[in-house]
C-alpha cells in the first residue's frame, strides 16, 4: 500500500491527504523549486514539500483528487524520475535511501576516476613541453572532448533538458561554462589567425572538480542521512512462523517478516530481534530495549508482557503472538515519525527558496551583463587588465572567461542544502537519543520558546496513582470496601489514570465488582454508569455539585487530603453523596532535577491542572514552582485558552499526555508528548520523547537550537558565499588588484560550499555522541 496519512481538518473544510514520492535526478535548490511547482500546479494539491537531500516529495491534496502513480509519471517525464513511495520500498525498491545513495555516490566515483585521469594528463602535458604529443594543442583537444564526452555528458544533457524545460538549474551553469570554454578554445584551435588563447584544460579542470565536489557531497549526504537507513537496518527481515496454539518443540516455517499477520503466533531465539509487536505467550526472556527507551539494562519479560519489533530477546526462547506488524509497530512509527519529519522544511529556508527560484535566471543574466561589461566598457576603462595572464588576452577571450567564471562559481546547491541536511543530522541525533523532532517548523519554533507548561497528571507524575483513603458516607452505612467496589465498577467503563488506581486498588482487595452497565466518560470531570439498576456518580466534586449532589459542608479533611497532594474524587448513588476516594499519583523521580534544568537555561516553567488549588500547591512546593507558576482547577477544554493566553505575551511549549491534552498540545507553539502519551497525543504534538523520560527534554531543547543554530549558519553561508564570489568573479578586484578567477578556479570554490554547508551540518554529531544514558537508544 502506498504511504498516505490522513491530516486532520477543521470541520466543514475539505478533508486532506498526504502522499510520498521518491524523486530522483534533483542536483539543486532549483530543481526542488521546479518539482514543487509542478506538483503544486496539479488540480486538488494544496501543498507540496521536496527534500533535496532525501529525494522525497511530501504532497498534501484533497481526498480523491489525486492519483500517486499519474503524479509520479508526469514528473518522470519532465526529467525527475519518480515513484510512489510504499512501505517496501524502503527496504527492497530500488529506489529506496540506502541503495539510491549507495548507487549515487558510486556512479561519482566512477566520473570522478575518468575526469580525475584526463586531468591527470592535461596536468602532464603541461608540464612536459619537451614532448610534443602531450604538449601539442590537439592533445588538449582530444582530452576535453573525452571530459565532455563521458565524465560531462551527464551534466551538460541534465542542464540542457532543464533549460528546456524551462527550469534551468546548477548543471545548466556549469554546463554552459564547460562548452563556452571548450567552444572558444576550438575556435581558437581551428583559426589561429583570431590570436584567441586555447584553453582546453579549463573545461577538463571544470568538470574534474565539480565531479569531486559531488562525490565528496554524495558521502557527506549519505553521512547526514545515514541514522534513517541506520532505523531501516533495524527492520528484522525474517520471522519462524509457528501454528497458533502449537507446543514449544513445534518446528517453525521460516517466512518474511513483512507477511506475518496479526493474531499468528512466531518463535524468537535467543540473540534475535522481534520482528513484530507482540505478546509473549511462551517461555521467559530478557529483552534489550535500548532502541525505545534508551535504557541499557535488560528487562525481564514473560507471559502476557508485551515486546517490540526492533528490540533484541537476548536470553530465552519465546512464543510471542503478534499485536502489530509493519508499520503499526513502535519501530515502523518511529521511522514514519523520522522520516516525515525530515521533509518538513523549517520557515526560515522559505527565503532560500524564493531566491533559488530565480537563482540561475539571475545568474545566467549576470554572466551576459559580465560579459557585455568587460567586452564593451571595462577593457576600455582599465586596458592593463589584458596583461593579467601569463600571455595578454584579447578583450573578447578576458570578457569571455570572466563570464564563464561567473556562471560557474555560482551556487544555488548551497542554498538547497542549508536546511535539509542540518535537519536530516538533527532529526537522526534525536532519534539515537529517543527524541523525535517532527520537523524544521518544529525546529524553529523550538527554538523561539521560552515558557514551557507541564500538565500534571502523568507527565510530572509518574502516571500510576495509587488509592490511599477511602472514606464512605457513613449515613450509608457502607464499608470502605463496599464503596472501592461501586467505584471500581464504574471505573471499568474508562482507561483513565485515575481508573486505573482504583480497579488496581480493588483487584489487590481481592474484591468482587457490581454488575454495571451504560458507562459515560466526561472527559475531565468524570464518569457515570448503573450499577445495580443504581445510577452511580464518580468524578471531581465540582462536578458532583455541578449534577446536583449535596457534598458535606465540612472540608476540613477534603482540604487536608489536597494539602498532602492528593487528588479527592467524590461518589453519589441516585444523587446522594456516597463517599471520597484519595488518590497520589507520585512525581517523576527527576522531575524536579529536569524543572530546574529548564530554568537554567533561560526558560519560565509552569504546571497546568484540573485539580483543587490546594492539590496543585501542594505537588508545586515539591517541584520548586512559585504560585505564580501554578494554574489549578483549569477544565480541559479551558487548557488551549490558558495556552493562547500565555502566547499572547512568550512563545510557549506544553508537555502533555492525554487525549484532553491535544487541544492545548495543538495551540503551543511546541507541543510536547512521551511515549506512554495517547496516540491522539503524540500525532499531534511536534515533539516526542520516545524514552519516556522527562530529563530528555532539556537535551532536546538543546539539540533543537543547536540544530536551527546550524540551519541559519548555513543558510548565511550560502547567502555569503555567493554574494560575495560571483563579484569576485565578475572581475571586482580585477582593475587595482590584478584577482582573475579562471573557471576552473571558480568550479573549486563552488565545489567547496557545497561540501561545506553539508560539512558544518555533520559537526553537529561531534556534540552528541552518544545518548545521555550513555548508550545509544536506537543502536545506530
Not at 42 to 64: D, F, K, M
Not at 305 to 323: I, K, M, Q, R, W
Amino acid at each position: 500500500m502506498p504511504v498516505v496519512s490522513q491530516t486532520p481538518v477543521p470541520e466543514n473544510s475539505v478533508s486532506l491527504e498526504t502522499l510520498t514520492l521518491d524523486v530522483t535526478g534533483m542536483k539543486c535548490a532549483g530543481c526542488v523549486q521546479a518539482v514543487e511547482r509542478q506538483l503544486t500546479q496539479q488540480p486538488g494539491v494544496r501543498s507540496a514539500c521536496v527534500n533535496l537531500v532525501t529525494a522525497v516529495a511530501a504532497v498534501e491534496y484533497e481526498i480523491g483528487a489525486l492519483n500517486g502513480n499519474q503524479l509520479a509519471e508526469k514528473l518522470t517525464e519532465s526529467g525527475f524520475p519518480s515513484q510512489l513511495r510504499s512501505p517496501e520500498s524502503l527496504g527492497n525498491s530500488s529506489l529506496s535511501p540506502q541503495k539510491r545513495y549507495q548507487e549515487e555516490l558510486k556512479a561519482h566515483q566512477k566520473e570522478l576516476a575518468i575526469a580525475a585521469t584526463l586531468l591527470l594528463l592535461s596536468f602532464t602535458g603541461h608540464g612536459f613541453h619537451d614532448l610534443p604529443l602531450l604538449s601539442s594543442m590537439a592533445f588538449h583537444w582530444g582530452l576535453a572532448t573525452l571530459a565532455l564526452l563521458f565524465p560531462g555528458r551527464a551534466i551538460i544533457l541534465e542542464g540542457a533538458r532543464g533549460l528546456w524545460k524551462n527550469s534551468p538549474n546548477m548543471n545548466s551553469l556549469v554546463g554552459l561554462g564547460a562548452i563556452a570554454a571548450y567552444t572558444t578554445s576550438t575556435i581558437a584551435l581551428l583559426f589561429p589567425q583570431t590570436g584567441w588563447e586555447c584553453f582546453f584544460d579549463e573545461p577538463v579542470m571544470l568538470l574534474g572538480f565539480i565531479l569531486l565536489g559531488r562525490t565528496l557531497e554524495a558521502r557527506a549526504r549519505s553521512q547526514a542521512a545515514a541514522d534513517l537507513s541506520a532505523l531501516l537496518g533495524l527492520q528484522p527481515k525474517r520471522a519462524h512462523l509457528i501454528p497458533v496454539g502449537s507446543s514449544a518443540d513445534e518446528t517453525p516455517v521460516d517466512i518474511a517478516a513483512e507477511t506475518v499477520k496479526v493474531g499468528e503466533w512466531l518463535r524468537v531465539l535467543p540473540g534475535e530481534l522481534f520482528p513484530v509487536d507482540g505478546r509473549i505467550v511462551g517461555g521467559e526472556t530478557t529483552v534489550n530495549e535500548s532502541m525505545i527507551t534508551g535504557e541499557a539494562i535488560p528487562v525481564a519479560k514473560q507471559g502476557g508482557d508485551f515486546v517490540s519489533a526492533g528490540t533484541v530477546n537476548e536470553s530465552g526462547l519465546v512464543t510471542l503472538e503478534t499485536t502489530r506488524v509493519g508499520s503499526d509497530t513502535t519501530l515502523g512509527q518511529i521511522i514514519q515519525w523520522v522520516e516525515r519529519a525530515q521533509t518538513r522544511k523549517a520557515p526560515i529556508q522559505e527565503l532560500a527558496d524564493t531566491v533559488a527560484g530565480y537563482f540561475v535566471y539571475g545568474i545566467m543574466t549576470l554572466s551576459t551583463l559580465t560579459f557585455l561589461f568587460w567586452q564593451l566598457v571595462g577593457v576600455q576603462l582599465w586596458p592593463h587588465v589584458l596583461a593579467t595572464g601569463e600571455t595578454p588576452y584579447s578583450p573578447l577571450l578576458l570578457s569571455l572567461k570572466l563570464a564563464i567564471a561567473v556562471l560557474v562559481i555560482a551556487c544555488p546547491c548551497a542554498l538547497g542544502l542549508a536546511t535539509p541536511t542540518a535537519l536530516l543530522v538533527g532529526t537522526g541525533i534525536g532519534a539515537k537519543q529517543g527524541i523525535l523532532i517532527k520537523g524544521g517548523q518544529a525546529l524553529q519554533q523550538l527554538n523561539s520558546i521560552d515558557s514551557i507548561v507541564f500538565d500534571k497528571t502523568g507527565t510530572l507524575t509518574q502516571g500510576t496513582p495509587q488509592v490511599t483513603d477511602c472514606i464512605p458516607n457513613p449515613e450509608l452505612g457502607w464499608s470502605k470496601n463496599r464503596l472501592l467496589s461501586i467505584a471500581a465498577a464504574v471505573e471499568q467503563g474508562t482507561n483513565h489514570p485515575l481508573a486505573r488506581a482504583i480497579l488496581n486498588a480493588a483487584q489487590e482487595q481481592d474484591l468482587i465488582l457490581p454488575p454495571a452497565e451504560n458507562f459515560q466518560t466526561i472527559a475531565g470531570y468524570g464518569v457515570q454508569a448503573w450499577v445495580e439498576q443504581q445510577k452511580v456518580l464518580l468524578g471531581t466534586p465540582e462536578w458532583l455539585a455541578q449534577q446536583n449532589v449535596t457534598l458535606p459542608e465540612n472540608t476540613e479533611k477534603i482540604d487536608q487530603l489536597a494539602q498532602e497532594g492528593k487528588t479527592v474524587v467524590a461518589i453519589a448513588l441516585n444523587g446522594q453523596w456516597a463517599g471520597w476516594l484519595a488518590i497520589i499519583d507520585p512525581l517523576r523521580p527527576q522531575a524536579k532535577e529536569t524543572l530546574e534544568k529548564l530554568r537554567q537555561m533561560g526558560l519560565k516553567v509552569m504546571m497546568l491542572t484540573g485539580d483543587r488549588q490546594a492539590t496543585a500547591q501542594a505537588v508545586g512546593e515539591k517541584l520548586g514552582l512559585k504560585s505564580d507558576e501554578i494554574q489549578a482547577e483549569v477544565k480541559p477544554e479551558a487548557k488551549a485558552e490558558a495556552i493562547a493566553k500565555l502566547q499572547k505575551s512568550a512563545h510557549v511549549a506544553m508537555v502533555g499526555d492525554g487525549i484532553n491534552d491535544a487541544p492545548a498540545l495543538a495551540q503551543a507553539d511546541v507541543g510536547i508528548a512521551l511515549q506512554s502519551a495517547t496516540e491522539v497525543a503524540m500525532d499531534t504534538a511536534q515533539l516526542v520523547l520516545i524514552g519516556d523520560r522527562l530529563t530528555d527534554l532539556p537535551q532536546a531543547i538543546t539539540l533543537g537550537r543547536d540544530t536551527f543554530s546550524k540551519i541559519r549558519q548555513n543558510l548565511f553561508w550560502a547567502f555569503a558565499y555567493n554574494i560575495l564570489a560571483i563579484p569576485l568573479a565578475a572581475g571586482l578586484l580585477l582593475p587595482q588588484f590584478g584577482i582573475l578567477l579562471s573557471p576552473a578556479t571558480a568550479a573549486a570554490f563552488m565545489a567547496f560550499s557545497s561540501v561545506s554547508v553539508v560539512t558544518n551540518s555533520l559537526l553537529l554529531r561531534r556534540r552528541y555522541p552518544t545518548s545521555q544514558s550513555g548508550d545509544n537508544p536506537l543502536k545506530l
